[in-house]
């Protein structure tokens, strides 16, 4: 078995190889990633950290369970918020709520300075704005932004999480971009 | 249940369950099959393409002018068209299926399995692929030839004066063929005009324009090939 504060030089890929061969070694995957992927499902559910840690521990079960059907021509990350991803819109569906944004403070310095809007952040504006300008969003541009933005995901990577064509995700992105902004400014204008 | 704890309660629970990941097989067949069907798909509509090329191009579009719009209509070969859509439509489904197929645009896949399919299909129509496959339906059941080769059916109406038939027996300027419903017809040939590459040789079948004289007479204008390239005709 792997140490578990040796395991930082080892790529994912080898952590795939080392875990089929022992169990054990899964959790230097386990412990790389639950944080990662606890603020994923925390951001695209808004679930209480409660209900999102029990989504993560599925989607650990299920990342072990089919380990053998990673290929490493994706990246480890992709795959795994892919799962992560599928097992969070299969959860809010069993729940039957609307997602809505919840954002960190740390969040918040990455979403204005992408959307540039450090000013106004600074003018300690309600960072519920934001969420809620997020929240109104259509879940598609919602998922893209939050993948682009706050979990700084290439345009490759987000196709592959989503399993969308890049184009596709390019053209999200930009749209998602502006209407994220109109409804910014209305609700600025309206608070 | 603390976040601190999350991969050691997932360890536990791998132990505990006995869980295993499922085999290296299972995905590899899963992904093997999704190859197969995508590369099978794309052969089939191949040889769907060759055949409707085919058809396209030995259909009589000069007869339009005599026949109508809806001649052309009941001539265009739609079995072979749907099958090739469909096939299409099959294999941009799997290909987006397979490890990194949906990193492609809906139009970019759909472009390349046009491209595909035009080049092997006419690669299949220039060695006589569809041309074979033609010959051996038209020995087969009745009912998938006026399905699959609808020229029969088009081409089995003397009394709007079109005819077609094997020819049985030769004589100078009459021919007895026997049409795809098992009747025998006489045909005067002495004022036809005989178009491409028609044979007349018994056993050959041909397609014919004329008038119906009789229950199985029939006076020929035009004698045509079942087959042949009707576009380079005129």
Known sequence: ?191 | MENKNISQIVQERIKEEGIKPISRKVFSIKRVAFWVIVFSSLLVGAFTFSLALSSLLNNDWDLYNKFGLNFVFKTLPYFWLLSLALFTILGEYYYRKTLLGHRRGIFVILGIYVVFTSVFGLTFYLVGVSNFTEKYLEEGPTVYRNILLNRHEVWSHPDDGLLSGKITRIAPDVLEIIDPNGFVWIVDTSSAVTRGKTEIEIGERIKIIGDKTDNNSFDADELRPWIGMNLLMR
């Open chain 1, 1 to 191: 078995m792997v140490d578990i504060h040796s395991c930082e030089n080892i790529t994912d890929e080898q952590l795939v190889e080392l875990s089929l061969s022992n169990s054990d070694n899964f959790l230097c995957l386990s412990k790389r990633y639950e944080d990662k992927l606890l603020r994923y499902i925390i951001r695209i559910s808004k679930f209480s950290r409660e209900d999102a840690l029990d989504v993560l521990q599925e989607v650990l079960i299920k990342t072990y369970y089919n380990l053998n059907g990673f290929d490493p021509e994706l990246k480890f990350s992709s795959w795994i918020y892919r799962i992560a991803h599928n097992e969070a819109v299969s959860a809010i569906r069993k729940k039957s709520v609307r997602p809505t944004v919840y954002m960190e403070v740390e969040d918040m310095s990455k979403f204005s300075d992408a959307f540039d809007m450090t000013k106004d952040i600074d003018n300690s504006l309600d960072r519920k704005v934001i969420d809620e300008a997020l929240s109104k969003l259509d879940e598609k541009y919602r998922e893209v932004l939050i993948l682009r933005f706050l979990d700084e995901k290439e345009y490759v990577e987000i196709a592959d999480i989503l399993k969308k064509p890049i184009s596709t995700v390019g053209n999200l992105i930009l749209r998602g971009k502006k209407l994220f902004k109109e409804e910014y400014e209305k609700l600025i204008i309206k608070n």
